[in-house]
């Protein structure tokens, strides 16, 4: 089992940045790409960012990409999203996930076995 816990959400205003931390318990962590969803109030999880296993590909929701990166350090079992020029739109709960499966599917919210509590991100405008 893994475990996941976000951190580095908070208050941005619009334009700003913000790094989002995601550190994952065990010792299997490299064997375990690792996804960025966010949820804003009333709507549903969506796919915001992807890495493989090694950390040589990443995979991004059309709305973030150029303004976010994803990268992971497999040594410290922790997965990052810079999150640059944020849009009130961004505001949401950000949760990390792994999924453990031969296959890779960056963006199907069920190919992930594992969750983390989720942090906020709130951009004013």
């Known amino acids: 089992q893994v475990q996941l816990v976000e951190s580095g959400g908070g208050l941005v205003q619009a334009g700003g940045s913000l790094r989002l931390s995601c550190a994952a318990s065990?010792?299997?962590?490299?064997?375990?790409?690792v996804g960025w969803f966010s949820q804003a109030p009333g709507k549903e999880r969506e796919f915001v960012a992807a890495?493989?296993?090694?950390?040589?590909?990443?995979s991004y929701a059309d709305s973030v990409e150029g303004r976010f990166t994803i990268s992971r350090d497999n040594a410290k079992n922790t997965v990052n999203l810079q999150m640059n020029s944020l849009k009130p739109e961004d505001t949401a709960v950000y949760y990390c996930?792994?999924?453990?499966?031969?296959?890779?599917?960056?963006?199907?919210?069920?190919?992930?076995?594992?969750w983390g509590q989720g942090t906020q991100v709130t951009v004013s405008s």
């Open positions: 065990g010792r299997t962590f490299s064997s375990y790409a």
């Open positions: 996930a792994v999924q453990g499966r031969s296959s890779w599917y960056p963006s199907r919210i069920g190919a992930y076995d594992y």
């Open positions: 890495i493989d296993r090694s950390g040589g590909i990443a």
